[in-house]
């Protein structure tokens, strides 16, 4: 095999997660959110996210309902995993989530006045 054929198909299979991914996470998604407070106290929510993905960055939306969104800042895709930031009307949430099976899961993380919060996150694809 031509050495520059062999570094050309070591780059392309270097970037297959990343652009399976980029087919992957443009639109709207919603599932679970389950919080976990600092003082153990769990409540279940819902979790509706509006992305869009230009290669490696992420933009669009995220919040609790289609009609309450935020605008999610520093968002990166990096393989198959999801990093962003949303700034709410109080704390700013930090989300780590992972393609896995059609899922975006993970975790969400944000402090507000001493107190932390942690939510699991268990999103699918809306049907359009």
Request: proline letters at 2%; aromatic letters at 8%; zero cysteines.
């Amino acid at each position: 095999m031509d050495r520059r054929m062999f570094l050309f198909s070591g780059g392309v299979l270097f970037l297959a997660p990343a652009l399976m991914a980029e087919d992957d996470l443009t639109g709207k998604w919603s599932g679970s959110f389950v919080i976990t407070s600092s003082d153990g106290d769990t409540r279940d929510s819902k979790a509706f996210m509006d992305i869009k993905q230009k290669g490696a960055e992420i933009t669009g939306t995220a919040g609790e309902s289609p009609d309450r969104q935020w605008a999610i800042q520093k968002g990166k895709v990096e393989g198959n995993k999801i990093t962003f930031e949303v700034q709410t009307d109080e704390p700013l949430v930090k989300f780590e989530l992972t393609l896995v099976d059609g899922h975006l899961k993970g975790e969400a993380k944000a402090e507000h006045e001493g107190k932390s919060m942690k939510a699991v996150v268990d999103l699918q694809r809306q049907k359009e």
